[in-house]
């Protein structure tokens, strides 16, 4: 499920940062399961990454104060 922008907004900082986290180690399962042929739906690897892009922009938002 992709994440909205909106969404990560209105979260905490400390919520996104493990949000990240997650995603990061789903990231690299699906990688693992693409390697090996399992993985069902190929486009979870693309929205994952824009989902952590998303994230990153808005903890650098944050940072800013944007």
Known sequence: MALKSQEIRNLAPEELKAKYN?????LFNFNQQARIGKLEKPDKIRQTKKDVARILTVLREKDIKI
């Open 22 to 26: 997650t995603l990061l180690q789903d």
